[in-house]
């Protein structure tokens, strides 16, 4: 026998039968009557009155249902909306498994002061860099509050698996003060007292880390398509007769290679080990930066950003960078310099590499514009567009008023 909600769904119900529905006076299984509900708020006739109906419905048993991780998603979804949040069930939402992580992204973004309680106050929330990001970019967070998050992110480890991160939490990183040894082969190009301060401590927060991977090889994200330079033009040969080459022949010496030959930089880079390209992108050249950016070991392209001679044109190319780590594009997020720089926050929004975590939270400082651009961009996520497609129509509409 087919169920109410079936029945609705095929039109099969008379219009006495759907106003007690709306009103929730149908005798059914609450999770039924729910779901019923859920289904009617988008009806034209009925709509209004199962919208009221919910607002209204008994707080217990709407946070039984809702805690359940068997629970039908339409639920899930109608009670997290934006317009539909009942701060009291948020606790429930929050720790129910069957609630996805990119589900709260926008809530964690824009939601109101009562949903910045709720996620702070819940212990999903704080133990997931994927959450915390764009809540700690919420217009609604107090300075405490927003030192709060920080401090959370700041207390897990960010670790690249797959190619993807996790929040894992970090070991307790040994504390030293001898200072930083120097690989072999290394021509430090800046010996300042300001990069040498910047190596010393990005070695030391890392030193589990870089002991744990000492002698991981270089692997440019993308292969090292673009990084090698273009090989020089063979000298023409002048033409000979073939006897005279043959006589010609023995009388050519193969000349030695010279020991103090400079090499590319891209060979210079891939004799060196992890420790040796941290010191290489901390204190290196602009065009070594651009290569160990690349670099498939994290801690050597999050060095990079350590580096007091970078500039903010390379970071604006780095966010738009889609051969680099997500762990790269995560770390600029990190930097306030960084942020403060429109196109960086622009590209970054636009990379379909960036986590959509970070973009949620990046979206609405765009101008239309961009909004407009970002919500037909194919290459991004289909979250992103709408939402970039709804900061667009409110500003358009603020704008108009």
Not at 113 to 122: E, F, I
Not at 188 to 214: N, W, Y
Request: charged letters at 20%; a neutral charge; proline letters at 7%.
């Amino acid at each position: 026998m087919p169920s109410m909600l079936d029945m609705i769904k095929a039109n099969a119900v008379p219009a006495n039968l759907m106003a007690a529905a709306a009103h929730g006076s149908l005798a059914m299984p609450a999770v039924e009557t729910l779901q019923v509900l859920v289904h009617l708020t988008q009806n034209r006739v009925f709509g209004k009155q199962a919208r009221l109906t919910l607002a209204a419905w008994d707080l217990e048993t709407t946070q039984a249902q809702v805690s359940d991780p068997n629970v039908p998603h339409e639920i899930l979804d109608y009670f997290l909306s934006p317009q539909n949040i009942r701060p009291k069930l948020l606790p429930c939402l929050l720790e129910n498994p069957s609630v996805g992580e990119d589900a709260l992204l926008i809530l964690a973004a824009e939601g109101s002061r009562d949903v910045v309680r709720a996620m702070l106050a819940s212990p999903r929330v704080r133990s997931s860099h994927k959450i915390l990001h764009p809540l700690s970019l919420n217009a609604h967070l107090t300075v405490e509050e927003s030192q709060q998050v920080q401090a959370c992110l700041t207390g897990t480890e960010l670790r690249v698996v797959g190619g993807t991160e996790s929040g894992i939490a970090a070991p307790a990183q040994p504390e030293t003060d001898a200072a930083p040894v120097e690989s072999e082969n290394i021509s430090s190009e800046d010996t300042s007292e300001e990069a040498q301060a910047a190596l010393t401590a990005f070695e030391r927060e890392h030193a589990t880390e870089l002991a744990a991977q000492p002698n991981a090889p270089f692997q440019p994200i993308g292969g090292t398509y673009g990084l090698e330079p273009s090989a020089p033009e063979p000298e023409p040969t002048p033409a000979v007769s073939t006897g005279a080459a043959a006589a010609a022949a023995p009388a050519r010496i193969k000349p030695k290679p010279d020991p103090n030959a400079r090499v590319s930089v891209l060979q210079k880079i891939s004799r060196l080990d992890v420790k040796g390209r941290v010191q290489l992108a901390v204190r290196g050249t602009k065009e070594e930066r651009a290569i160990l950016v690349r670099d498939g070991t994290k801690l050597v392209a999050l060095a990079v950003l350590q580096s007091p001679k970078i500039s903010d044109g390379e970071v604006e190319k780095f966010a738009a960078q889609k051969n680099v780590l997500e762990a790269l594009l995560r770390g600029i997020t990190m930097h306030r310099r960084f942020m403060k720089n429109y196109v960086i926050i622009r590209n970054l929004t636009s990379n379909p590499r960036t986590p959509i975590d970070l973009s949620l939270g990046l979206v609405k400082h765009l101008t239309g514009s961009d909004l407009k651009n970002l919500s037909n961009n194919k290459d991004v996520s289909e979250t992103i567009r709408k939402m970039a497609l709804r900061a667009f129509k409110q500003k358009t509409e603020t704008t108009k008023k």
